[in-house]
């Protein structure tokens, strides 16, 4: 695979994901900005209903357009996604863009073996017959180290367990060579031996195929695992992005610290309680003005709930949305364990 670096594989500007289906509409993304460089691996890291699977299926155009309000812009490699026509979009999905989802055994289709529906993704994108097709099936199968892949050409999806059944799903992915992989929480059903092996798939896939990849994710050490950079979400909008190492060693945001405080250490004894973050998550229909975590804050003052601060650049790379570290605004001091 050509990978380009002159541009970026991915590049978000401002955007806003607004579902109307209610008497109230729900702002479930707010400005969001992101960048994914070619052959990079991004995750997306935050709470449940922080926005981060409507951003990444906003990267498909995958939300119903009689119920979605999308505005900003979305650029693949360059190209306008907002602006691309319907026979457009069919070709760039599992194309050029691809989606590896939470739950295989949902996402595959339970009357086709998975020889059969691996296969006719292939097709849809290469032109070939179906035997030269169930060949390429078999590779991507061995591609993600499936056991005997020659039978699981012919096993149906409730044949399989979840750990293979998440291997064909990105076996599944990578059948129309696509250059951008997105992955929604694509190890929250395995359990935590099968999690790493999966992770450790898609790093390996990602490093040798010069994949791009958003990784939705409320777990921070899959974040950790897959990830270049993070970006932390909350309330719709990315309140703190940067490289993984220096995020997780160096947070500046109130929440990020929040979510780092609130994991369980290997040092921590029987009976100790674990560090939670008060309150509850913002209602999207009725976001006020300002930080949508400031009610929860500690540290939060007036202005937290006048405006949201413009991002800071507090190291290389490493973006912060606080007026926290906000220069403009009189310093406060840093939450504990910053």
Do not use: W
């Amino acid at each position: 695979m050509n990978v380009n670096r002159s541009r970026p594989a991915i590049s978000v500007r401002n955007l806003e994901v607004t579902f109307t289906r209610s008497s109230r509409p729900v702002r479930a993304v707010n400005g969001v900005s992101l960048d994914v460089q070619a052959g990079e691996a991004v995750a997306l890291l935050g709470e449940s209903g922080s926005g981060k699977s409507v951003t990444l299926r906003s990267l498909m155009r995958l939300h119903d357009p009689r119920t979605t309000r999308l505005a900003g812009t979305i650029a693949i490699e360059g190209d306008d996604l907002l602006a691309m026509t319907r026979a457009e979009l069919n070709k760039l999905r599992g194309g050029r863009v691809a989606m590896i989802f939470q739950e295989p055994l949902l996402a595959l289709d339970p009357v086709y073996t998975v020889g059969q529906q691996i296969g006719e993704a292939i097709r849809v994108h290469r032109p070939m017959s179906r035997s030269e097709a169930r060949a390429e099936a078999l590779k991507l199968l061995q591609a993600v180290r499936i056991p005997s892949p020659e039978r699981r050409l012919d096993a149906y999806p409730h044949e399989m367990s979840g750990g293979m059944r998440q291997r064909a799903m990105i076996a599944m992915s990578l059948a129309g060579g696509p250059s951008v992989l997105l992955a929604d929480e694509p190890t929250t059903a395995l359990d935590a031996t099968v999690q790493i092996q999966v992770l450790i798939l898609l790093r390996e896939l990602q490093r040798e195929l010069g994949l791009s990849i958003v990784f939705v994710t409320h777990d921070i050490a899959a974040a950790v695992e897959i990830a270049d950079r993070v970006a932390v979400m909350y309330g719709g909008a990315i309140v703190e992005e940067g490289p993984v190492r220096d995020l997780i060693r160096s947070a500046r945001h109130p929440y990020t610290i929040a979510l780092l405080n609130s994991r369980s250490e290997g040092g921590m004894v029987r009976g100790q309680r674990l560090a939670t973050i008060g309150g509850s998550p913002p209602d999207l229909s009725q976001l006020a003005p300002g930080c949508s975590f400031a009610p929860r804050c500690a540290y939060a003052r007036q202005v937290c709930s006048e405006r949201m601060p413009p991002p800071t650049e507090v190291s290389s790379g490493h973006h912060v949305r606080c007026v926290l570290v906000d220069p403009a605004l009189q310093a406060a001091p840093m939450p504990a364990g910053s």
